[in-house]
């Protein structure tokens, strides 16, 4: 399965995610990666991180936050796999930023694996409309800004959940 970054891994700011230190797991979260990855899943990452072109922070410190993920999920048995993510800006038309699904075929190729049906499980609209693109399970999360996209008009079939450990006890008890 793949998942957006922040506000389902993490919690989000409006202000960016700019360190090490701004990078606060949301509850649940990483016990729920470890979980769903001790039972068999292969978890990735596909993230949007525009932050890199505005200057708000380099790729050794994007590297870093990453490294704490991995870290932690370690902690708790647990493994995160390919981690994508898409450092332009929203004017530069590159085919990664979701909305565009070009992280996500990344991930395919990278595991040989097919899309159709893969969950794919964020809190913004892009990262639904990016699952949809490639015929995959759009998921959405409250958390970060899942309440705000509630509001939204979803992709038809989109599942819902109240946070990430919700979605790994669905996964893990059916
Ligand atoms: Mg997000
Ligand atoms: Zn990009």
Redesign the pocket.
Known sequence: MILDRDGVINEDSDAYIKSVQEWIPIPGSIAAIAQLSMAGWTVAVATNQSGIARGYYDLATLDAMHERLRTLVAEQGGEVGLIVY???GPD?G????KPRP?MLKTIAAHYQADLAGLWFVGDSWGDLEAALAVDSQPVLVKTGKGHKTLGKALPEGTLIFDDLAAVARALIHT
């Open positions: 898409c450092p332009h530069e590159c085919d990664c930023r070009g």
